[in-house]
């Protein structure tokens, strides 16, 4: 079974819209967290957001929130007021217990397009 | 910025040539990756290494091995390339964010885009 699902292969946004993309995973363990990385053109991989499974708030950063549903296994990044620049491919990512050195799965990706 | 370089940026090899990818960190992390980048599959590991000399197999590790002999340095060799091991190779860290809420996250170099002809 797929660790990481991301049913969205593509998504389209109005500038200065809010847009939401999908990702649903599967684990057993308690312990776990949740990211979120942008890779534009240029090929980098950029961190984006961080949710641990303990959080009990969803995490924000600036126009990034992650919307956290625990019990549906589902941690759903909430881009708001899109810009130009947001126009990128997007992944969710999980890595499981607390350990720094645990293995990250990552989805197949997102790709963002903002339109003018 | 995590301080990660990988070497070379591009490369271009023939079928069953040997092929080295280098990864380097500045900021003595002990946990280093290597991941695989494919038009849908997202990322995909390759191996990783949790110190000097200790090292493990990921999800895709065939046809692939890697060396670690300084903290600094982590090798992904490619003994003899195959035209499915075209691909981008990442090499990422992993580095604490809050160690008390056990937020690791891990950091990516620039990549090494490898053709293999």
């Known amino acids: 079974a797929q660790k990481i699902t991301q049913t969205q292969p593509g998504m389209f946004v109005q500038e200065k819209e809010a847009v939401t993309l999908d990702c649903t995973y599967d684990?057993?363990?308690?312990?776990?967290?949740l990211f979120w990385y942008k890779q534009p053109s240029s090929g980098e991989m950029i961190f984006l957001i961080y949710q641990g499974s303990y959080d009990e708030q969803n995490a924000t950063e600036g126009r990034y929130s992650l919307n956290f549903q625990k019990a549906r296994k589902s941690a759903n990044l909430v881009i708001s007021a899109s810009q130009l620049g947001d126009s990128a491919m997007y992944f969710c990512a999980m890595r499981e217990g607390r350990n720094t050195g645990n293995q990250f799965y990552f989805g197949t990706g997102t790709s963002l397009t903002v339109i003018p | 910025d995590a301080g990660i370089t990988q070497s070379p940026r591009h490369k271009v090899t023939e079928t069953g040539t040997p092929v080295t990818l280098r990864c380097h960190q500045t900021?003595?992390?002990?946990?280093m990756y290597w991941y695989r980048q494919d038009p849908g599959h997202g990322l995909r590991l390759i191996h990783y290494s949790y110190g000097v000399k200790d090292t493990d197999k990921g999800e895709v590790s065939d046809g692939y091995s890697v060396s670690r002999s300084k903290t600094e340095d982590f090798l992904l060799t490619l003994e003899s390339a195959t035209s499915s091991q075209t691909s981008v190779y990442f090499c990422?860290?992993?580095?604490?964010?809050?160690?008390?809420?056990?937020?690791?996250?891990?950091?990516f170099g620039p990549g090494t885009r490898l053709t293999v002809t």
């Open positions: 990422a860290i992993s580095r604490s964010r809050d160690r008390a809420a056990g937020s690791y996250e891990q950091y």
């Open positions: 900021e003595n992390h002990r946990y």
């Open positions: 684990t057993s363990d308690q312990s776990y967290g």
